[in-house]
C-alpha cells in the first residue's frame, strides 16, 4: 500500500468504509498473483492523492479477506466497487483514471 491508500479488512470495515470519512470510497479487491490488479495500482495510488480529502481509496486482498470478497459477490479480480455513507453505489471493473475520477466525483456531495 501507499500513503493515499488504505489496506482494508473485516476488522476495520466499519471504520474504512461504513463510517468514512470522506464517505465516498472506493475499493479495489485484488490479489498478489493478479497482475491487473498490479498494473492498476500506481493509478488507483495517483487517484487517492488527486481527490484526497473527497475520496478514500481502500485495498481488500481477497485471499487474506475471503469472507469480505464472498460478501460482494466477488468472482473477478480486479473489482472495484464504490462505496458512499458504507452503502455500496456502484461496481466496475478496471478503467483509465479520467473514467474513474468521473464515477467517483459523481457521487461526492
Sequence with gaps: MSEHTVTIT?????NEVTDSNPSV???DFWAE???PCKAIA?????LGSDLTG?????KVDIVDQRPLAD???IQSI?????????ELVEQTGPANKAVLQEKLLAHCD
Design 54 to 58: 473527497k475520496v478514500k481509496i481502500g
Design 42 to 46: 500506481p493509478m488507483l495510488d495517483q
Design 25 to 27: 470510497v472506493l475499493v
Design 10 to 14: 473485516e476488522d476495520n470495515w466499519q
Design 33 to 35: 498473483w493478479c497482475q
Design 71 to 73: 460478501k460482494f459477490g
Design 78 to 86: 480486479p473489482a472495484l466497487l464504490i462505496f458512499k455513507g458504507g
